[in-house]
């Protein structure tokens, strides 16, 4: 299966103001982006926590009263916050808001701080997380897909349950973030439609080459995987310019060196050209998705030559 190449922006919400949130969430669809993201978090997951952040589904049904034809997804939904019960009627409920834009990102769930503040359960271990997320993947599928069901073993219960409405959508997809080689990777196999991880060209390549093993091992073909990447890129006509932006960023958000989450490689610098070259990079490994990382303020500029210039390149080959 060939997978033609999409850009998605994942809007932060820390930070940001709700008209700020939607002025960015309007811009992203009128440029015509393939799929519009948030986080899924309740504390800031970028720097000091302790900063304001919007709910993140909440802030889709906000977006799906206001865009027309790009997706909507979180980037992705704790496994750890909802039973899967509940996370497939959000998604069902947010497909039908939007008229079948929703799809289903989750993650096995990662901030610890997060968890005890608000008194959630963290699990034992990321295997135990990731285990968790391989049960509510498949559950969120099922009943996504029409199935009665009845489960009694795991963790999650489910009793004689039916989830209606259904989506709009005959397939819902399920995203699944992370890159952990030798479980979430395997989940990835069993149950995305779409992964998403951030790395270096090395690093990328080397994920892919697993995922491939793992769905070997369970009977599905990689290509049936659209596989994407994350990124950070600020687009000017020159890096410095680029990197002065961007320190912009850093200082609303209250990112420092000692607290930066980010991953090494995921902060593209530079002009057009560059950012052209880079994904032709990724692009040869299989790639076929750029979601770009959007801290406040809005980097609308990048978001412009990415949706005007970019893109048409990508597409043509």
Known sequence: MTHPFEFGVSLWSQQASWPEAMAAAELVDDLGFDHLWTVDHWLAPHGDADQPVFDGWMMLAGWATRTSRTRLCLFVAANTFRPPGHTAKLVSTL?????????????????????????????????????????????????????????????????????????????????????????????????????????????????????????????RDLADIKLTLGALPVIRDSEAEARAFHETQLERNLITPENSVFIDGARWYGTVDDTVERIREYQSLGICGLIIEAPVPYDTETMRLLAEEVRPRILEG
């Open 95 to 219: 497909d039908h808001m939007s008229g079948g834009r929703a799809m289903l990102g989750l993650g096995a769930g990662w901030f610890t701080r997060e968890h005890e503040a608000y008194g959630i359960e963290f699990g034992a271990s990321p295997g135990e997380r990731i285990r968790w997320l391989d049960e509510s993947a498949a559950i969120c599928r099922r009943l996504l897909d029409g199935e009665r069901l009845t489960v009694t073993e795991g963790r999650y219960r489910i009793d004689d349950l039916e989830l209606l409405p259904r989506p709009i959508q005959a397939h819902l997809p399920i995203v699944i973030g992370g890159g952990g080689e030798k479980k979430t990777l395997r989940v990835v196999a069993r149950h995305a439609d779409i992964w998403n991880f951030f790395g270096s060209v090395e690093a990328i390549e080397r994920k892919i080459r697993i995922l491939g093993e793992h769905c070997d091992a369970v009977g």
